[in-house]
């Protein structure tokens, strides 16, 4: 099983961008499609984004199409998260997370990160 850890969160203005990484340990890091979710006080968990194995492929939720970029470097057993174009309603908890088999879904996905704060400021 992959263990997972986020960083770069933080407190940004209306518009500016922030990029998120997910590094994770063990050795079959490229064994995992990865997903990206984030959560606001008293809402459920909502997914963001994923990419499969390789880094070839992707999937975003409607709400962050066009904005956010994920992407990934086996090499360095890391996942990434480019947020373009923030809005207030971006503001949440952003969490990682690893599955096997397909990257093309928004449910299976487990070995959670702690999470990273992300504040967008109107």
């Known amino acids: 099983q992959v263990q997972l850890a986020e960083s770069g969160g933080g407190l940004v203005q209306t518009g500016g961008s922030l990029r998120l990484s997910c590094a994770a340990s063990?050795?079959?890091?490229?064994?995992?499609?990865m997903g990206w979710f984030r959560q606001c006080p008293g809402k459920e968990r909502e997914f963001v984004a994923s990419?499969?194995?390789?880094?070839?492929?992707?999937y975003y939720a409607d709400s962050v199409k066009g904005r956010f970029t994920i992407s990934r470097n086996n090499a360095k057993n890391t996942v990434y998260l480019q947020m373009n174009s923030l809005k207030p309603e971006d503001t949440a908890v952003y969490y990682c997370a690893a599955r096997r088999g397909t990257y093309y879904t928004q449910s299976g996905f487990g070995s959670w990160g702690q999470g990273t704060q992300v504040t967008v400021s109107s």
């Open positions: 063990g050795r079959t890091f490229s064994a995992y499609a």
């Open positions: 990419i499969n194995q390789s880094g070839g492929s992707t």
